[in-house]
């Protein structure tokens, strides 16, 4: 069974930061899985579909079974994901199911969100409003986290819930 700390917010949240810190502090290796590893690698290259809406849920449909390929193979995972999208948590409740996930919601204030969005540079103005909108309705997490905290401090709490007995994750409530 894996262990998968599934990071869930939206665009300029800080998952990315968070799973950063995650890997620098945790005492056993975590592979970081994201879309934007995929994208910034080369592997998908969002230009060669300019029909997205068509080729989206294929393209989340592997990146979903790849998620579980790596579970089964017995890869601890640091998921970042954004779950927009009817149906996708019962398709990676059903895929995930064998396997130990502590699911964490990232919810900053809005402000900071509008704020990483425009520093990056390289998400649409508005996604992450647009995200925060609607990504955390109805879901229940093992852990949040709303922005306030370091970093570090964030990894630090994520990893001590490691070393206490926990119940099945919320993740896969509902």
Known sequence: MAL???LHGASSSGKSTLANALRDQASRPFLH???DHLRD???WRPADYPDWSTARPAFFAGFHRMLAGFAEAGNDLIVEHILDTPGWHAELQALLSRHDIVFVGLR???ATLTQREKIRGNRPAGSAARDAAHVHDGLRYDLEFDGSTP???M???LLTHLQTPRPRSCFFAG
Do not use: M
Request: glycine letters at 6%.
């Open 155 to 157: 990894a630090q709490t």
């Open 41 to 43: 690698s080369g592997v």
């Open 33 to 35: 899985l994201s879309i």
């Open 4 to 6: 998968i700390l599934f």
């Open 108 to 110: 900053p204030p809005l």
């Open 151 to 153: 970093v570090a401090d």
